[in-house]
Nanobody, 125 residues
Framework: QVQLVESGGGLVQAGGSLRLSCAAS????????MGWFRQAPGKEREFVAA????????YYADSVKGRFTMSRDNAKNTVYLQMNSLKPEDTAVYYC??????????????????WGQGAQVTVSS
């Protein structure tokens, strides 16, 4: 069983920055593919970013590319999502997710094995 705990959400003005963290349990964290997703009120969950376990490659949704940066620290069992130039449309609950046995690349949302409880990010205009 893997537990994921997000932190770092909050309220920020448009143009500001926030950094989300996701701490994971488990001794094999370095072999997990990790992802960030978000869900705004009345909308479906959407992919934000992912980082592979093989070489640390990162992937981003077009809507956040150039503004968000995902990274991982295997020594701390933690992934981060640095969010810059935030927009009101970034307002959502952000979830981290872990796939403990994926191969190359990153999985579709329904293949992730574990999810965190979510962190609220609110961007005011």
């Amino acid at each position: 069983q893997v537990q994921l705990v997000e932190s770092g959400g909050g309220l920020v003005q448009a143009g500001g920055s926030l950094r989300l963290s996701c701490a994971a349990s488990g001794r094999a964290f370095s072999s997990y593919t990790m992802g960030w997703f978000r869900q705004a009120p009345g909308k479906e969950r959407e992919f934000v970013a992912a980082v592979t376990w093989t070489d640390g490659s990162t992937y981003y949704a077009d809507s956040v590319k150039g503004r968000f940066t995902m990274s991982r620290d295997n020594a701390k069992n933690t992934v981060y999502l640095q969010m810059n130039s935030l927009k009101p449309e970034d307002t959502a609950v952000y979830y981290c997710a872990a796939d403990v046995d994926y191969g190359l690349g990153y999985p579709p949302p329904d293949e992730y094995d574990y999810w965190g409880q979510g962190a609220q990010v609110t961007v005011s205009s």
